[in-house]
């Protein structure tokens, strides 16, 4: 039996003791009094809250109105765990409070020694949304928008959804959809939703949503249906780009919502997404426009609409060099 599994074993067993004695050990997991008194050190070097009776009759007290944890975690993986979580601040997650709560908890399992770690790594480490003059500082725009979470947990019980979407105070839109996906693009959390009412994909801003509930109307057409209209309409884009790796790296810091790029290459070298533009939307396509220039040199375009192609020509034609 390998080390971990039988620390993993000897934990769930002593779990549901209030007592217990290293004969006890050595019987219930046939290994050495040495080996048994180095495995109960360990877990006990892991923040778990054992204390040691001596005497003849001692042995090891579970503390009152604690428990052990029914996973173990090693001091590499502690540190996965806690750095994710530092490196999440200011990013508009879900469940923020929560996330707090799950950050005191995880320290609070910690031996002395990993806990001064884990303060170490949130002093050295910064990230992105990171503040170097306060690690610790939380923006006021951390929090997600409060129709986050309820907009989540409807979603895990029904995707058939009734929302009101108000893009403008005032004006409610009420809309039978479909949620595929919740996810956030520049900043912004999004919901990709197929609308029935319309025949639609949308992406609508999670922040003008309200009073989302699960829908009482019998779904117009199935999960599989909706999909295969999704693959349909993807192969029926207008706008088909290849990319190389400055292009793929560009894409990944931004992008518009809903674009899927396909990885074409070896090591991420090349790529290709497919995009079907309202070419009458004119502010649209002025957006993609100044986005494709921001993707560099290496787009490679196998389809694009004449409309989008005209900016494209304009934007080089008006360049000036000195």
Known sequence: MKKTERINLIMRYINNRAHFTIAEIQREFKISRATAIRDINEIQAMGFPLTTEVGRGGGYHV???QYLPAVRFTPDELKAIFISFIASKNSQLPYLHNRRSITEKLIGIASQTQQDELIELNRILLFENTNPANPNLLELDDAAPPELNQLISLAVRDRHLRLTYELSPGWPQLMDVFL?????????????????????FRYLPVEMLRDSAISEQKMPCSEQEIMNKKRLRTRESNLVVKLDATGIRRFKRMHPPGIILSLTGMFQSSGIFHVQLDVSDAEALEYYADWLLFLGKGVEFERIPDELRRILEERFAKLTFP
């Open 63 to 65: 503390l009152q109105n």
């Open 180 to 200: 595929l996906h919740i996810f956030n693009s520049n900043a912004q959390w999004l919901a990709e939703v197929y609308d029935f009412d319309t025949d639609e």
